[in-house]
């Protein structure tokens, strides 16, 4: 069995190949040749643990997320997360690899895929609301697929928002990158806009005006209680792309937006369809929304594992 | 992260440390101070997935054992198991260990439990039905809590049986081991039968007579459609004592019983009563039947990990 930790998921694969995965991901979710039972949650006390299997035709895998806030108060990171995975044919587990790096590695690649198939090629500004863990791979993602020369971050806790710049520097050394002082600053310095907080309320100012014109990428609120985009955002948009039509239920970005009718079902399009058809959007102002499905993870762990057997990365152990 | 295969899941514990682990378990079972979701099944094509997460007070852990019928054209084992146990206060995970061993593993210590509470002391002959993978540790934990001298194997494969006894002596220096030509012979030479089978028809003759005065340990059926014992056994029983009650539906060894009024469901009563209250029965004739459940995986595991690194078993990995 291979153990792969966080540093080697993220050195198995480039990021052009993580893209590839995640647009090899979203032709089978297309083809419908894949199984994703839904996953479960299993809650104790203030602690929930997520187990979110998916079945290829060549494997399966299981991610196991653990989700403990009290953990804040010791200065550990709330979520951990461990993906096996398994031989699809005899069921045996060949890999266990950090789950919460392969989580924001394929977060990443699915707002750079957003970004692709969304915005137009020669983009070169990018805000990112929310200095937290999917931020960095957010940046290095969107970075790989425009050409982006100014990078804004805004934060509600500057200091955060300072520590996290200071490290992204260094990973996007010809980049510009700079902290502003409120959200409406970055939304009117940036073209696409990365929401990445767990908010309960817009993290983006409800002002049409403002709005017009830019595109925006939603990876963070992930629960139907939150909510990162205002009103006034919706009826700016012709569609709505989302990374899984369980958007709808999942993120309160769609779910709120639907229910008070700020959008139309129809206007709600799977960015498969956009990847299947290979598509290029061309609209003045736009919004993928991303909550994840276990379908992404399967998909670039089973890459990540035969690049790292071929590259000789990881530890095998014999279990 | 500390990784243990089949071999160290095994060393790690003696085997009156593995008892004394499952009547923990069976206390924490009574005391209710635990949390067991519904175990999660996912099936695709002929093979299934089963996710199984119980938290304890102090860690939590998930068994995902996959089952591939398939695999035996193969001569892979149809069962893979991996087991993660998780700290319970931060949600990290601590170790992974070989599942299939941890499983036969705790069953073997679950079924010495039932022989220690429901056969008389002096007990010195056993007889095994099923051959196969679990008989091994089924035979060594019987012999842990009973003096066995003459130890009876029955296969429907002949050389199945032969070849598991030559193992199994290799263990068992001191047991008289053989293998019988009928399950009748066996019954009739044993005190105590345990039957480790996934049989959907009775596996043991349907006679009063010959089950009269006898103590059955049942291991193997664990689905509502398998069957071990007769008919005939039922109406001999005073009570039938189980490892959960959710054996009710889980096994066609009690299911059935109770469908039929071969038994009232007043008379079942699970062995953690036993167990809680230091009651050894005193009966003529008895049944223990097994289905197993997450609760006995976790405290095995919490146990083995504990003492691993007392001793220094397995291999860390930085993950």
Redesign the interface.
């Known amino acids: 069995m291979l ?4 540093k080697e998921v993220w050195s198995a694969l480039t990021l052009d190949e993580a893209l590839e995965a995640m647009e090899e991901a979203f032709l089978i979710f297309e083809s419908g040749d894949f ?1 994703m ?1 839904d996953r ?1 949650h ?3 006390g203030n ?1 929930t ?1 997520l ?1 979110m ?1 998916c ?1 290829t035709n060549q494997f ?1 895998g ?1 991610k ?1 997320v ?3 806030p009290e ?1 804040q108060k ?1 200065n ?1 990171p709330s ?2 997360g ?1 993906m ?1 995975l ?1 031989d ?6 060949v890999a ?3 789950g919460a790096a392969l989580t924001s590695f394929r977060t990443g690649a699915v707002g750079g895929i957003g970004i692709k198939y969304t915005t137009p090629e020669n983009i070169d500004s990018l805000g990112i609301i929310g200095a937290g863990v999917q931020a960095y791979t957010q940046a290095l993602f969107a970075c790989g697929v425009r050409p982006i020369k100014k990078l804004y971050v805004y934060d509600m806790q500057q200091t955060k928002a300072n520590e996290f710049i200071a490290k992204l520097q260094k990973s996007l050394p010809d980049v510009n990158i700079k902290v502003c002082s409120s959200n409406r600053e970055l939304v009117g310095r940036s073209q696409i806009i990365i929401t990445a907080t767990t908010s309960k309320q817009a993290v983006i100012p409800d002002d049409a005006e403002l709005l017009k014109g830019k595109h925006f990428i939603g990876i963070g609120s992930y629960k139907p209680d939150m909510h990162e985009f205002p009103k006034q955002l919706y009826p700016l948009l012709n569609k709505l792309y989302v990374d899984t039509p369980f958007a709808k239920e999942e993120t309160g970005d769609v779910a709120t937006a639907l229910k008070e009718s700020l959008i139309d079902d129809s206007q709600i399009v799977p960015i498969s369809k956009l990847v299947a058809s290979r598509t290029l959007t061309n609209e003045d102002t736009s919004l993928f929304k991303s909550v994840g499905m276990a379908l992404f993870d399967v998909v670039i762990a089973q890459k990540i594992y035969a690049r790292a057997l071929e590259l000789n990365i990881g ?1 095998q ?3």
Chains 1, 2 share one sequence.
């Open positions: 153990i792969l930790n966080q199984h039972p479960m299993a809650h104790h602690n643990l187990l299997p079945f399966f299981t196991l653990s989700v403990n953990n010791n550990l979520i951990y461990s096996i398994n699809g044919t005899s069921g045996e587990a266990l690899m950090n530890s152990v014999n279990i």
